[in-house]
């Protein structure tokens, strides 16, 4: 090879050819060269996945999971976003790489504040255009893909219960208020059940009811006080299936008080590994376990893993995909279709 110019290799070949001079008896050897000429092909774009959390400093979570997923990929972080931050970010990641670039540029909203998240996520809509396309994933937290499976699970166990699915059942969202208790109070919705979304604020948990019933146009949903108690028994006196979707390390529902009032029960949920734990008396790694006689439940570990491949398929998705929006939808897709998938096996 001789050299490469321009993004162009030369391939040499080198002939030798002697000549004589019979005057000064000297051999001189001449060299004849044969070039071809071989373009380079085009370099194939890096994967970048750029990430912006509204909190103060960025979770180290999704983007070690993206780490592992994706070794190879370039990764970025912004903390602190606003959606006017985001409008300019969205616009820069847009347009350097060129279209087919774009294809290859993914974005990651994060943070615990889930209606900044949503704005950020509307700004980036508003941003993009054909051919400046990217693949966004939304896992605020990680409530969308932590719902996703919590709600998928209980599908499962109540199917394999012998139960049926959730369309028409009660089911009651302990801390429905939060990020993941709104999602999941969402998705319960979605598939057809009638949902008690509580918070110790009626208002609070009015006003997530009222949100889901204006989305999905139909009234599946209600919200009531559990502060006290007696009033979380009576939040769960007619519900099939409960979950608790609270804060870390926050205990919301007594064994005392599920014995008492949850007697229509059949499933319960709990997404909190930390003690004390949310529901007393579900193990954290107990999965379709009889906690009680004919209630079955789901620890905090068990959701918790399985939450884990519900985003680790939901980066795969966008990370393949040219463009797109990756969001609760899409992660409750993904764990619902895992679920049945492995009921079907039984």
Known sequence: ??????????????KPKAI??????????????????KTLSKPHKKIVLIFLDTDKHASPFDIL??????????????????PDDAKRLIQDAMFPRG?????????????????RAVEILEVAKKCMFPPFE?????????????A???????????????LGDLDGKTITVLAGTGPVGQAAARL???????????????ARSTAVANKINQELEVQRARGVKAAMPNEVGKSIKEADIILSAGAAGIHLLPLKVLKEYGKRCRVVGDINAIPPLGVEGLKPTDEGV???????????????????????QLFRRAVEAPKGIFDYKIAYEIAKSMVMAKLKKT
């Open 1 to 14: 090879m001789c050299g490469i110019t321009h993004g162009i290799i030369l391939l040499c070949t080198f």
């Open 20 to 37: 004589v001079n019979f005057k000064t008896n000297l051999t001189i050897v001449e060299y004849s060269i044969n070039t071809k000429v």
């Open 65 to 82: 999971t993206a780490i592992d997923l994706f070794p190879e990929a370039q990764i970025l972080h912004y903390s602190g976003v606003s």
């Open 99 to 115: 279209p087919e670039g774009a294809k290859h540029t993914k974005v990651f909203i994060g943070g615990y504040d889930v209606e």
């Open 134 to 146: 990217l693949a966004i994933i939304v896992d605020p937290r990680g409530a969308y893909t932590t």
């Open 148 to 162: 996703s499976a919590a709600v998928a699970k209980t599908l499962a166990t109540s199917i394999e219960k012998g």
């Open 188 to 202: 319960y919705a979605m598939e057809g059940a009638n949902v008690i979304v509580t918070s110790r604020d009626l």
């Open 290 to 312: 009889e906690m009680l006689p004919g209630v079955w439940g789901i620890g905090a570990l068990a959701i918790g893993t399985f939450k884990n491949k519900v985003e680790a």
